[in-house]
């Protein structure tokens, strides 16, 4: 992290959590309008565990700016069209000092009716899941990204996909600008 993000970041009051984006590749047909009611279950409940964390932080003394409220951040971007709407006038909209973007790509590898057919040793190394999480923090002053993060995930069977996800969103949250140490 650059000591000009650091310095930006200190003089950052409030940030909003811009809603996530949640694409999946899956083996298997789901219908669309399941599909799409999938990505954005995953991407609300995403939205709001970074959110509670981030509040938890901000409890503990770890976390310094104010978090805009994700109902209000919503209700204020339905009043908009998000995917035409640049990051500077997101920052105006919402009337906060910087943005925290997130997206999620998810490739489920293996189809739910292959594994079943799968002896129970193969069905113990096989990644039915991985994951990619990008997030990048927007500063409205410099009109540019300060921070990003990349992290990836990998479950097998029986492994959690929502602890999978939240973990790595929580790992992503710690290495913010604003984490007190």
Do not use: C
């Not at 409940?45 to 976390?63: C, I, P, S, V, W």
Request: cysteine-free; hydrophobic content about 40%.
């Amino acid at each position: 992290m650059t000591e000009q993000a650091v310095d930006l970041s200190k003089q950052h009051q409030r940030i909003a959590i811009i809603p996530m984006r949640v694409q999946i590749s899956s083996k298997d047909y789901i219908p669309p309008y399941q599909h799409a009611e999938q990505e954005d279950m995953i991407a609300k409940r995403l939205q709001q565990d970074l959110y509670f964390f981030l509040m938890k932080q901000k409890a503990k003394g770890k976390f310094a700016p104010s978090l805009m409220d994700i109902t209000s951040t919503q209700a204020v971007l339905n009043r908009h069209k998000l995917d035409t709407l640049t990051a500077v006038q997101l920052t105006q909209i919402l009337q906060v000092d910087a943005v925290l973007f997130l997206n999620l790509s998810i490739e489920r590898s293996h189809s739910s009716r292959v594994v079943a057919h799968m002896d129970s040793t193969l069905q113990k190394k096989v990644r039915i899941e991985e994951g990619t999480l990008n997030m990048r923090l927007f500063d409205a002053v410099s009109s540019q990204d300060i921070w990003t993060y990349r992290g990836l995930y990998s479950i097998g069977i029986g492994d959690s996909p929502v602890n999978a996800q939240s973990n790595t969103l929580y790992q992503a949250a710690k290495g913010l600008p604003y984490a007190k140490r």
